[in-house]
């Protein structure tokens, strides 16, 4: 909900994301993102949002103001944002991508620890266990003792 009640999501990272569910979140609800270059920031926001360096204060200013500036057309476009966000960041649609690129990286004989059967039940078994927790309200899987 608080997605919803914001007028722009702002995300002033220096360093350390790699693909922010933040993000994913605030475009499937509709709202303007502003967001520094770290990670795979640009990818994910695509043309669906603002994104300025990292430590570069003037930029995620300018990119604020560009929002509130635009407003109406950021928001005539939020149905189409969330749409993008849905269809790119499905769970279907990002376990299709991982096993394309496993499927790749074993075709090119650069993965020699696992078969590509014990691979697959591997990614689905963290796969469901993921949505399994998530369904039941518990987003955050307890890792084992080292």
Known sequence: SLYHQADV??????????????????MLCGT???????????????????????????A???GIRQVIENYPAWIGRA?????????????DTMLQGHLELYREVIAHGTC???SMAGLLANIAAGAATSLVCSLHGKPNLRRSKP
């Open 9 to 26: 999501f702002v995300l002033s990272s220096f360093f350390g994301e790699a693909l922010p569910s933040v993000i994913t979140e605030a």
């Open 32 to 58: 303007p993102v502003v967001a520094t270059d770290v990670g795979g920031v640009s990818e994910q926001l695509g043309n669906h949002g603002i994104v300025g360096p990292p430590g570069d204060t003037e």
């Open 60 to 62: 995620l200013a300018a």
């Open 79 to 91: 149905e189409e944002t969330s749409r993008s966000a849905g269809e790119r960041f499905s769970i």
């Open 112 to 114: 020699r620890r696992h």
